[in-house]
């Protein structure tokens, strides 16, 4: 069974900075690429990062202007997001994500598993 475990959300004020953490078990991890997206009230599902499963290749929106850090620990299953900068705009719940594309996907549709998310509250 595969599970994908969020953590590290919580409310920060502007311009200051989270790690989240997902912690992946029941799959191969080294095979799959990661990724992170996020849902505001309201809104759709959107695309934060993504890294493929070497971790040697990386994409994000244009929108986040290098703000955010995508990484991962193939050895201990674990995807990492560094969120700096942060604005109330940010202010969603956060999911980790699991897809065998071999490339850089960035459509939720092309994953296969999901976590249950973890809040992120940015206060201005």
């Known amino acids: 069974q595969v599970q994908l475990v969020e953590s590290g959300g919580g409310l920060v004020q502007a311009g200051g900075s989270l790690r989240l953490s997902c912690a992946a078990s029941g799959l191969t991890f080294s095979s799959y690429a990661m990724g992170w997206f996020r849902q505001a009230p309201g809104k759709e599902r959107e695309f934060v990062a993504v890294i493929a499963r070497t971790g040697y290749s990386t994409k994000y929106p244009d929108s986040e202007k290098g703000r955010f850090t995508i990484s991962r620990d193939n050895a201990k299953n674990a995807v990492y997001l560094q969120m700096n900068s942060l604005k109330p705009e940010d202010t969603a719940v956060y999911y980790c994500?699991?897809?065998?594309?071999?490339?850089?996907?960035?459509?939720?549709?092309?994953?296969?598993?999901w976590g249950q998310g973890t809040q992120v509250t940015v206060s201005s």
């Open positions: 994500a699991a897809s065998r594309n071999v490339y850089v996907p960035s459509i939720s549709s092309q994953y296969a598993y």
